[in-house]
């Protein structure tokens, strides 16, 4: 079973494209919900009450594998897809460099690479605290204009992104 967690929540909406108004939480929550009904593996989507009692409500569910749906934003000019990995986690950075791959062919974004994060760092505490490998994706800048049209623009693409890695880790 793959757990996917939508990033943010309803209260705390992430990060948000200012002249759209779309945020992070809207964007991943319409992604995750079409991307479980889509799979044909055993998943569940996992929603944040806390971040800190995150890994635990995950943990809870037994999950083989773990990802967290995110969206970067910094400056509206900031462009481009990364997948974060806990440093240790050899499944992780497998993870992350299959996911990288197939979101950056499909947005045509830059590729911004799989970052190592430890636990101190943005993400890190999740990352860390999950028993099952986790990555954290952030396939574009929600608050770019051109990224979040490429995201919208692809979204069968991308959903099928998703889809095509998510079997292809559960094969690792």
């Given at each position: 079973?793959i757990?996917?967690?939508?990033g943010?929540?309803?209260?705390?909406?992430?990060?948000?494209?200012?002249?759209g108004?779309?945020?992070e939480?809207?964007?991943?929550?319409?992604f995750v919900?079409?991307?479980?009904?889509?799979?044909?593996?055993e998943n569940?989507?996992?929603?944040?009450?806390t971040?800190?009692?995150?890994?635990?409500?995950?943990?809870?569910l037994?999950?083989?594998?773990?990802i967290?749906?995110h969206c970067?934003a910094?400056?509206?000019?900031?462009?481009?897809?990364?997948?974060?990995?806990?440093?240790?986690?050899v499944?992780g950075k497998a993870m992350?460099?299959?996911?990288q791959?197939?979101?950056?062919?499909?947005l045509?974004?830059?590729?911004r690479?799989i970052k190592?994060?430890?636990?101190?760092?943005r993400?890190?505490?999740?990352?860390k605290y999950?028993k099952?490998?986790?990555?954290?994706?952030?396939?574009?800048f929600i608050?770019?204009d051109?990224?979040?049209q490429?995201a919208?623009?692809?979204?069968?693409e991308?959903l099928?992104?998703y889809?095509?890695?998510?079997?292809?880790?559960?094969?690792i």
């Amino acid at each position: 079973m793959i757990a996917l967690i939508v990033g943010h929540s309803k209260k705390s909406r992430g990060a948000s494209n200012k002249n759209g108004g779309e945020t992070e939480f809207e964007f991943n929550n319409n992604f995750v919900k079409s991307l479980s009904e889509l799979l044909v593996v055993e998943n569940t989507v996992v929603y944040r009450d806390t971040y800190k009692g995150l890994p635990d409500k995950v943990n809870e569910l037994n999950p083989s594998n773990i990802i967290s749906f995110h969206c970067n934003a910094f400056n509206t000019r900031a462009s481009g897809s990364e997948v974060l990995y806990y440093n240790s986690s050899v499944k992780g950075k497998a993870m992350a460099s299959i996911l990288q791959t197939n979101i950056v062919k499909v947005l045509g974004l830059s590729d911004r690479g799989i970052k190592a994060k430890h636990s101190e760092d943005r993400g890190g505490y999740l990352l860390k605290y999950t028993k099952a490998p986790c990555i954290i994706v952030e396939p574009f800048f929600i608050d770019n204009d051109k990224d979040l049209q490429a995201a919208n623009d692809s979204y069968t693409e991308l959903l099928n992104a998703y889809i095509n890695s998510i079997n292809e880790i559960i094969a690792i």
